[in-house]
């Protein structure tokens, strides 16, 4: 599934709409593990300084007449340049802003929690068990901040970074997907090609 780019009057938008699907996410709005019906990715200024995260994510998702439970991500990074990979029948698509890169384990005068961020959402064709799905976050976790080393930014992420992994309701259920396992290999590999190509020169 690819997003679709909404363009609006203040900041452009960029929806899945998957329909009911079993969602984990690390999302402040609409996170957690459970069923959700679409999600979203919203770019805000660098200076945004909302913080009530779900009432806005309540007013986008009005506007675009998205129903049932969602998840709302937010960005300081153009979405508009959402890199796109595959690996198998996983997909991803990612936006990758590093302005304000930070490592997980910084001392607590470093921190900043402002919006740079990189969010991420795979798509996988199987049902994963709850802690598959858990599982899963972690292993994008590690593809990210390996390409993140990789390409010489200084840090394992952004304070801000957020996940989104979307697959179906139904079907044999998947225990496993740690970066070894073969859907937990696919879903490393292509997240990591996607927050790669997003730390390339724009296109």
């Known amino acids: 599934m690819r997003a679709e780019l909404v363009e609006g009057p203040d ?3 960029l929806v899945w709409r998957a329909g009911p699907s079993l969602v984990a996410s690390t ?3 609409g996170g957690g593990v459970g069923e959700r019906h679409w999600a979203m990715n919203a770019q805000v200024p660098h200076d945004y300084a909302r913080t009530d995260l779900a009432e806005h994510a309540s007013e986008l998702a009005s506007a675009l007449a998205l129903r049932g439970p969602g ?3 937010f960005t300081a990074a153009p979405v508009r340049r959402v890199r796109h990979a595959l690996d198998g029948d996983v997909a991803v698509e990612a936006t990758v802003g590093v302005t304000r890169p930070t490592w997980a384990a910084a001392p607590d005068e470093v921190l900043d ?6 969010n991420i959402v795979v798509f996988v064709p199987v049902r994963f068990e709850p ?3 858990l599982n899963a976050l972690v292993t994008a976790t590690e593809a990210k901040t390996q390409a993140l080393v990789e390409g010489g930014v200084a840090g394992t992420g952004t304070a801000s970074d957020a ?3 979307i697959g179906p309701l139904e079907g044999p259920r998947e225990a496993f997907a740690g970066p070894r396992s073969p859907w937990g290999a696919r879903i490393a590999r292509a997240v990591h090609a996607a927050v790669a ?6 296109s």
């Not at 929690?113 to 990189?118: A, E, H, L, M, V």
């Not at 190509?197 to 724009?202: E, F, I, R």
């Open 197 to 202: 190509a997003g730390l390339g020169p724009a």
């Open 113 to 118: 929690p402002r919006p740079g961020t990189i």
């Open 27 to 29: 999302a402040t709005v």
């Open 11 to 13: 900041a452009d938008l």
């Open 163 to 165: 996940l989104c992994v």
């Open 71 to 73: 998840v709302t991500m």
């Open 131 to 133: 802690g598959a799905m």
